[in-house]
Structures are given as structure tokens and as C-alpha cells.
């Protein structure tokens, strides 16, 4: 089983920016971002699997880039442009499936979730 951390959250306004890293205790062929805002479900925000190839939900393209430091075996969020929306914890997930750019039920291992809140 993987150990992730998540750092990086924090209060910022609207139009602002925050970055998210997750550092992995060992390689996974697949880690990706989730999200839950109070009363709602969790959701799938970004993937990124070994290959470099990626996966963002509609409403972050453009504005989350994910990206991964596979040496320091870290993958991060890069949120510009923050919304009121965007407010949820964010959980950083990893995956060994390889229909994990396809599926975002297939990841099963999970960190304990950095809050991030936008204020208007």
C-alpha cells in the first residue's frame, strides 16, 4: 500500500492561485487529484499516469495542470484562476489499474486531504 501526504492548502481569494504536491512513499503507475465539497460527492479533478499521459475533469481544464516529479516520485496540482467552486478538500489518489486515465473509480489508494477554500 502507498503513503501519500498532500501539502499546499489554504485560504486564497477568487482569481487567486495555489500550488498542491503529493509526495509517494513508492511508484504507482497512475496518481491523480480528487475533490469533496461539503455535501457533495467526491470527484475526480486530474490524473496523470507514468507515461506522462493526463486526464482533467471539464471543470478545471485550463486552469489545474497536474504534473509529476517521478524522481522525487511527488505529483502536483497547480490551481490558477480559483473560483468560489473550486472550495472542497482535495485528496491526492493513486492507482496501479491501467484504465486509470479512463476510470476515476479505479483508484483505491487515498491521503488524508489538504482543505483549499476560495472566498468571493
Known amino acids: 500500500q502507498v503513503q501519500l501526504q498532500e501539502s499546499g492548502g489554504g485560504s486564497v481569494q477568487s482569481g487567486g492561485s495555489l500550488k498542491l504536491s503529493c509526495a509517494a512513499s513508492a511508484y504507482t503507475r497512475c496518481m491523480g487529484w480528487f475533490r469533496q465539497a461539503p455535501g457533495k460527492a467526491r470527484e475526480g479533478v486530474a490524473a496523470i499516469d507514468s507515461d506522462g499521459g493526463t486526464r482533467h475533469a471539464d471543470s478545471v481544464k485550463g486552469r489545474f495542470p497536474t504534473s509529476q516529479d517521478n524522481a522525487k516520485k511527488t505529483l502536483y496540482l497547480q490551481m490558477n484562476n480559483l473560483e468560489p467552486e473550486d472550495t472542497a478538500m482535495y485528496y491526492c489518489?493513486?492507482?496501479?489499474?491501467?484504465?486509470?486515465?479512463?476510470?476515476?473509480?479505479?483508484?483505491?489508494?487515498w491521503g488524508q486531504g489538504t482543505q483549499v477554500t476560495v472566498s468571493s
Open positions: 489518489a493513486a492507482s496501479e489499474n491501467r484504465f486509470c486515465l479512463r476510470l476515476w473509480s479505479v483508484f483505491d489508494m
